[in-house]
């Protein structure tokens, strides 16, 4: 299963960014999606994730600043980043997860650089 992430890149704090994950329409409407980042030296770590049903959960971290959002005719999930501090520089990457059939796919992580 490929899920494809985009829309990283540079910004300076207090800026935004989006990012999409497109995954085939079986695993959009199957699986939690989700972002996760890691910071060079650091564990990959849950952003923001989302049930199938679109009930989001997001790390204390960037409460109030991102949102993550789907829409089902494109089969993409979305992050939207606003607010961005240089301590969200990181490598982020798409997921889909279903806990129940045991299935677990990553995208290609996408970079994203905040700095002034």
């Known amino acids: 299963v490929q899920l494809q992430a985009s829309g990283g890149g540079s910004a300076q704090p207090g800026g935004s960014l989006r990012l999409s994950c497109t995954a085939p329409?079986?695993?959009?409407?199957?699986?939690?999606m989700g972002w996760y980042h890691q910071a060079p030296g650091s564990q990959r770590e849950v952003v923001a994730r989302?049930?199938?049903?679109?009930?989001?959960n997001y790390a204390d971290s960037v409460k109030g600043r991102f949102t993550i959002s789907r829409d089902n005719t494109k089969n993409t999930v979305f992050l939207q980043m606003n607010s961005l501090k240089p301590e969200d520089t990181a490598v982020y990457y798409c997921?889909?997860?279903?806990?129940?059939?045991?299935?677990?796919?990553w995208g290609k992580g996408t970079l994203v650089t905040v700095s002034s």
């Open positions: 989302e049930s199938s049903t679109g009930s989001p």
């Open positions: 997921n889909a997860n279903n806990p129940i059939v045991g299935r677990n796919f």
């Open positions: 329409r079986t695993i959009v409407s199957s699986h939690f």
